[in-house]
C-alpha cells in the first residue's frame, strides 16, 4: 500500500506547501498568533501543567474564562454561540470551504442538558437551510444520552425500566435531529467515540442511515481507522446498504482516543482494539478511501484527515476514476485552527473542503481545547509542520 501511495503523491500537481494560498485568510497579526499557540504545543509538559491547572480553576469557579479566550479558543473555535461564528463562517466561504458548526459542550450528565444539546443542534441545522457556507451539522451521541447507559448497551447487558425510558428518549431525540436535517436538506455526521460505547452508536447510525438515506445520505456515520475491525465493518456496510436499498455516508478519521483505548484494554486485560503502529493505521484509512471510492453508487464519504498524503491520495484517485473534483459524493475535511495548507489549497483547486468549526461557552469547551492542546502536543510531527508552514509565510511575506 506504501508503494502505491507514494506513486501517487508523487505524480500530484496540487502543491500542499503553497502558504501564500493556505494563509491567506490570515493577517500577519494573527499569523504571529497561531506561531506562539504552536510554538506552545512544542513543550508537552507544559501543556499537560496548563491543562490541568486550567480545568481546576474552572473547577474553583475562577475567573479565567477570559484568558483562555484569548489564547487556545481564538485559536481553535469560532465563537461561544452561533452568531459569534458569523465572522468565520463568511471568512471561511469566501475561499470556498465550507463550515461545520460543532457545539463543543461536553461532559453533560442531566435530561435537561440533553434537550438543550438537541435544541441546540436542530437550530444549527435551520442555520444550515439553503446555506452553501454550512454543508454539513455534526453530533456525539454523549450528548444526548447517558454514557454509562450506551456502554451498557454496547456491553449487551439488560437495562432496567428507568434506564431503557432514559435511553428511548435518546434515540428519539437522535432521531429528532436527523429528521431535521432531512427537512433541510443537510448532512449529518454522527461523530464516533470510544469502542465501549460505539456498538450501540454504530447501531444507531446504521438505523438513521436506513430510515433517511433512501433517496440521498442525510445521515453520515464515523470510521476511526486506527482500529483494527474498521475496514472489514466498512465492508459490511457497503453490504447492507446494497442490500437494503440506501446510500451509507461515512466520515474516515484515523482516530481521538489512542491512549485512553489502550490503557482501558491493559487494565481490563483485553486485546487492544487499535492497530499496532501508525502505518497499519495509515495503510487501512488509504484503503478505506480507495474501497469507498469503487463503491460510490452507494457510499458518500467525507475524508476527515491532517494528513497530506492521504488527501492527496485521494485526489488522485478521484482522477483515476475521473470523478468530478466538485462532485458532492466526496469531501475533504480538517479542525478549525489546523492544517489550513491542505483545506484552503485543495479548496483553491475545486474540491469539495469544509473545516469543523467548534463553538459554546468558554467553561464547557474547555475538555475540547485541552485535548486539542495534547493531541498537537503528542503528535510532534504535527505540531512541527504547522510551525514550518508558519514559518515559511512569514518569510515569503517579508520578502
Known amino acids: 500500500m506504501d508503494n502505491e501511495l507514494n506513486d501517487y503523491v508523487n505524480r500530484s500537481t496540487i502543491d500542499l506547501k503553497d502558504t501564500k494560498t493556505a494563509f491567506s485568510f490570515r493577517g500577519n497579526e494573527e499569523l504571529r498568533f497561531s506561531y506562539l499557540i504552536f510554538k506552545m504545543f512544542k513543550s508537552p509538559g507544559l501543556v ?14 475562577l475567573p479565567i474564562g477570559w484568558i483562555v479566550k484569548r489564547t487556545i479558543f481564538r485559536q481553535f473555535c469560532g465563537g461561544a454561540s452561533i ?3 458569523e465572522n468565520s463562517i463568511a471568512t471561511l466561504g469566501n ?10 459542550v461536553e461532559a453533560a450528565q442531566k435530561e435537561s442538558d440533553f434537550d438543550k444539546t438537541k435544541n441546540e443542534l436542530i437550530h444549527i441545522l435551520e442555520k444550515s437551510k439553503g446555506n452553501p457556507n ?3 451539522g455534526c453530533l456525539k451521541m454523549t450528548g444526548l444520552a447517558k454514557h454509562s447507559i450506551l ?3 454496547s456491553a449487551g447487558k ?3 425500566f428507568s434506564e431503557k425510558k432514559l435511553y428511548l428518549k435518546g434515540v428519539q431525540r437522535l432521531d429528532e435531529i436527523c429528521e431535521m436535517a432531512a427537512k433541510c436538506d443537510t448532512r449529518l455526521f454522527i461523530d464516533a467515540e470510544e469502542t465501549w460505547i460505539q456498538i450501540a452508536i454504530d447501531k444507531l447510525a446504521e438505523s438513521m442511515m436506513a430510515k433517511y438515506n433512501k433517496s440521498k445520505p442525510i445521515v453520515y456515520t464515523t470510521l476511526q481507522m486506527y482500529r483494527h475491525d474498521r475496514l472489514a465493518y466498512l465492508k459490511e456496510l457497503i453490504a447492507k446498504s446494497k442490500q437494503h436499498a440506501y446510500y451509507t455516508g461515512i466520515k474516515f478519521v484515523r482516530g481521538a482516543y489512542l491512549e485512553k483505548e489502550n490503557l482501558r484494554a491493559q487494565e481490563k486485560g483485553y486485546q487492544t482494539p487499535i492497530n499496532p503502529n501508525k502505518q497499519a493505521t495509515d495503510d487501512a484509512y488509504n484503503l478505506a478511501l480507495k474501497t469507498s471510492v469503487e463503491n460510490l ?4 464519504i467525507c475524508a476527515g484527515t491532517h494528513n497530506e498524503k492521504s488527501s492527496i491520495y485521494l485526489t488522485e484517485l478521484m482522477s483515476e476514476k475521473q470523478i ?8 475533504f475535511s480538517q479542525l478549525y485552527g489546523m492544517s489550513d495548507n491542505i483545506s484552503f489549497v485543495l479548496a483553491k483547486n475545486g474540491y469539495n473542503t469544509s473545516k469543523y468549526l467548534p463553538y459554546g461557552p468558554v467553561r464547557f469547551t474547555m475538555p475540547y481545547l485541552i485535548r486539542r492542546a495534547q493531541e498537537n502536543s503528542a503528535v510532534a510531527g504535527q505540531t512541527s509542520k504547522e510551525l514550518q508552514l508558519i514559518e515559511a509565510e512569514i518569510k515569503r511575506r517579508k520578502s
Open 48 to 61: 499537560n501543567f496548563f491543562g490541568n491547572l486550567a480545568l481546576f480553576a474552572l473547577k474553583i469557579h
Open 83 to 85: 452568531n459569534d461564528c
Open 95 to 104: 475561499h470556498n470551504v465550507g463550515s461545520i458548526l460543532d457545539y463543543s
Open 134 to 136: 454550512i454543508p454539513f
Open 151 to 153: 456502554e451498557k448497551v
Open 158 to 160: 439488560e437495562l432496567n
Open 297 to 300: 453508487d452507494f457510499v458518500w
Open 324 to 331: 468530478p473534483k466538485s462532485d458532492q459524493r466526496i469531501y
